[in-house]
């Protein structure tokens, strides 16, 4: 398994523990996800859950916050969400 797989296979299990507001009793789907997220596409989140794509750090940063996630850490350095995306307002 790649490095990238690892990292879309974290994405992927992130999205199937995070509530579908659509169906009850399902997960969020990477349909229901992207029509949550100004910057992804149903593909594009399928690439990066199958190890296939690099997202940016603002592509990553959307998906995050599209499942509802308020902080996540990277290199020990904790990242505010809400305020990474209200600080870079212009990235769409």
């Not at 940016?56 to 969400?81: M, Q, S």
Request: glycine share 4%; aromatic share 8%.
């Amino acid at each position: 398994m790649t490095e990238k797989e690892k990292l879309g296979n974290e994405l992927r299990k992130l999205r199937e523990n995070t509530p579908s507001s659509e169906y009850d009793n399902l997960h969020i789907s990477q349909q229901e996800l992207a029509d949550k997220n100004i910057g992804l596409t149903k593909y594009f989140i399928g690439t990066i859950e199958r190890g296939e794509a690099n997202p940016t750090l603002e592509k990553f940063i959307f998906h995050l916050k599209a499942l509802n996630l308020k902080k996540f850490k990277i290199l020990n350095v904790e990242i505010d969400i809400d305020k990474f995306i209200e600080e870079n307002s212009n990235i769409k």
